[in-house]
């Protein structure tokens, strides 16, 4: 989260790229910063009377207002930057194993982009045999997962990652790739109940709920959501991702995650540049 200050700096620098044509235009109107809207949905809001309806006496009367909401700026730009760094991690993946991360599929075949592997194999795992049972851990030391947990968390008998390696630590040669070196933060990470995790998006869900809680389907906190703290109530939305069987970006893979702001749900995606407004998550 930005300071008031930083933020402001900002507005200042976005109003001074504004065509110098329409700045001078600009008479007798004060722009503010809020942290919230008044009502769900606003990015800014003008209060006045427009250039067409003024009368001579205009120039005596109070400034127009153009009030700029950080909060959901905020929001719209950190899932925006999310994007680009998931998207990133996955064309490092591809290019050094010269495929793209393998996704998730129902029992009958169809691709389920709610629940995926994404983070296990972005981060990269070693794997072993103890006890006689297989473990997987990520490279960066924050799962450590059983095989059958994989199956379980998946729906599906999945039993391993693509990105893996038997034993030892991930040395430099290995079959191992780390994709996301260093560069998620821990709000980006969360658990699914049963502890497998997803990568998800920072903004969480408009959505408070204890565990154990098992939604019906479309309702909150939707398919594929997880949470960053077990002892929270909060829960946030993971990326969805389908590279098998992408209707968007035919030929490569389709990534996307709908982030609620302000009582809309926004989906990002790689194959929009600017988020689009969905019935839901």
């Known amino acids: 989260m930005l300071s008031s200050t930083e933020f402001d700096s900002l507005v200042e620098e976005?109003?001074?790229?504004?065509?110098?044509?329409?700045?001078?235009?600009?008479?007798?109107?004060?722009?503010?910063?809020?942290?919230?809207?008044?009502r769900p949905g606003l990015l800014g809001l003008y209060q006045g009377?427009?250039?067409?309806?003024?009368?001579?006496?205009?120039?005596?009367?109070?400034?127009?207002?153009?009030?700029?909401?950080?909060?959901?700026?905020?929001?719209?730009?950190?899932?925006?930057?999310?994007?680009?760094?998931?998207?990133?991690?996955?064309?490092?993946?591809?290019?050094?194993?010269?495929?793209?991360?393998?996704?998730?599929?129902?029992?009958?075949?169809?691709?389920?982009?709610?629940?995926?592997q994404l983070y296990?194999?972005?981060?990269?795992?070693?794997?072993?045999?103890?006890?006689?049972?297989?473990?997987?851990?990520?490279?960066?030391?924050?799962?450590?997962?059983?095989?059958t947990d994989i199956s379980s968390a998946l729906g599906v008998p999945v039993s391993g990652f693509a990105n893996s390696r038997t034993g030892g630590s991930v040395e430099e040669g290995s079959t191992v790739v780390n994709c996301v070196k260093g560069t998620l933060r821990p709000d980006q990470v969360a658990d699914t109940p049963n502890g497998f995790k997803l990568l998800v998006?920072?903004?969480?869900?408009?959505?408070?709920?204890?565990?154990?809680?098992t939604p019906p389907p479309h309702t909150p906190p939707y398919p594929g959501s997880a949470q960053i703290?077990?002892?929270s109530t909060a829960w946030y939305c993971a990326w969805r991702y389908n590279s098998s069987s992408p209707t968007n970006n035919p030929g490569s893979y389709d990534l996307w995650i709908d982030v609620i702001i302000d009582g809309k749900t926004n989906r990002f995606s790689n194959w929009s540049r600017n988020p689009v407004i969905v019935g839901s998550p």
């Not at 790229?17 to 942290?35: G, S």
């Not at 719209?76 to 495929?99: F, N």
């Not at 296990?120 to 095989?147: F, I």
């Not at 998006?201 to 809680?213: K, N």
């Open 14 to 38: 976005a109003f001074r790229l504004i065509p110098k044509r329409f700045r001078q235009r600009m008479h007798n109107v004060a722009i503010v910063v809020e942290q919230e809207p008044p």
């Open 49 to 116: 009377r427009p250039l067409p309806t003024r009368s001579v006496f205009a120039g005596f009367a109070m400034p127009d207002k153009i009030t700029i909401y950080q909060g959901p700026h905020e929001r719209s730009a950190r899932t925006r930057a999310e994007l680009e760094q998931v998207a990133t991690a996955i064309e490092i993946y591809q290019s050094k194993r010269g495929q793209y991360p393998p996704d998730n599929h129902y029992p009958n075949g169809t691709v389920n982009p709610y629940v995926n």
């Open 120 to 147: 296990y194999e972005l981060a990269g795992t070693t794997n072993w045999v103890q006890g006689g049972q297989a473990y997987y851990q990520t490279t960066d030391g924050r799962s450590k997962v059983r095989a």
């Open 201 to 213: 998006g920072s903004v969480p869900l408009p959505f408070q709920a204890p565990r154990p809680y």
């Open 229 to 231: 703290d077990t002892n």
